[in-house]
């Protein structure tokens, strides 16, 4: 019998739309649409095994060869810098990279920048860029709430349609990194198991195709 291929899906509303792109390619897998709380899922007659995965986890997965193949967002890519190889932008998952503070605040140059964020990489190099002196404040989520509370003057995060900003008085001072969701490959599994990534990876870039 073939190898199935391991894919690590990123749990969540991203996950689920990726998932109906590879069922559109030919790799599907109804049973993984179900409400429960299972993680694994296969399918030998599409030759495909799915495993819901933390986003941020996919690269560890992928990387050590758990999966052959993951879907990642841009910025985890980034802050990681996982041994992969990246595919292709799969053109979903759209967001951006940016610089936010309270309405109205104003840098002051003279002083070191207080930055909270999940993505310390991402930061500190965007600051390198501009030789800001900056003091990295490392959360794990609701970032937002940071400046709010004044433990910090910015933060570097995520913005998707802007509202989480919104609802917390927050506005954008720069957005410096178009995010969307890429397909990776271990490097090894994409030698051992190139027939079926290839025929994924191309029917993939068809679907793309067809839409712009
Ligand atoms: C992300 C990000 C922002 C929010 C942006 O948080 O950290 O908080 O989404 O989306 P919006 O612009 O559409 O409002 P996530 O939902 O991942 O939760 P978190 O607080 O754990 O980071």
Same mark, same amino acid.
């Given at each position: 019998m073939k190898e199935l291929l391991n894919v690590a899906l990123p749990k969540g509303r991203l996950g689920e739309k990726v998932y109906q792109m590879f069922a559109r390619a030919g790799?599907?897998?109804?049973?993984? /649409?179900? =409400?429960?709380?299972?993680l694994i899922f296969e399918n030998p007659q599409s030759g495909v095994r799915y495993f819901w995965v933390k986003p941020s986890d996919v690269p560890i997965y992928v990387e050590r060869g758990a999966a052959d193949i993951g879907v990642a967002g841009r910025d985890i890519l980034l802050e990681?810098?996982?041994?992969?190889?990246? /595919?292709? =932008?799969?053109?979903?998952?759209k967001c951006r990279m940016a610089v936010a503070a309270r309405r109205g605040y104003v840098d002051d140059p003279s002083r070191t920048l207080r930055v909270a964020t999940k993505f310390v990489s991402i930061a500190k190099r965007h600051y390198a860029a501009k030789c800001r002196d900056i003091e990295i404040v490392h959360?794990?989520?609701?970032?937002?709430l940071a400046p709010i509370l004044g433990m910090t003057d910015v933060i570097v995060d995520i913005v998707e349609t802007g509202t989480t900003l919104k609802e917390n008085d927050l506005a954008v001072v720069e957005e410096f990194l178009p995010i969307s969701a890429r397909l990776i490959a271990n490097r090894s599994s994409y030698q051992f198991k190139k027939a079926q990534i290839d025929r994924l990876n191309a029917s993939l870039a068809a679907e793309l195709s067809e839409k712009r």
């Open positions: 790799f599907e897998c109804p049973e993984i /649409l179900e =409400d429960s709380r299972k990681y810098a996982p041994d992969v190889y990246e /595919l292709c =932008d799969l053109g979903v998952g959360l794990n989520g609701s970032i937002e």
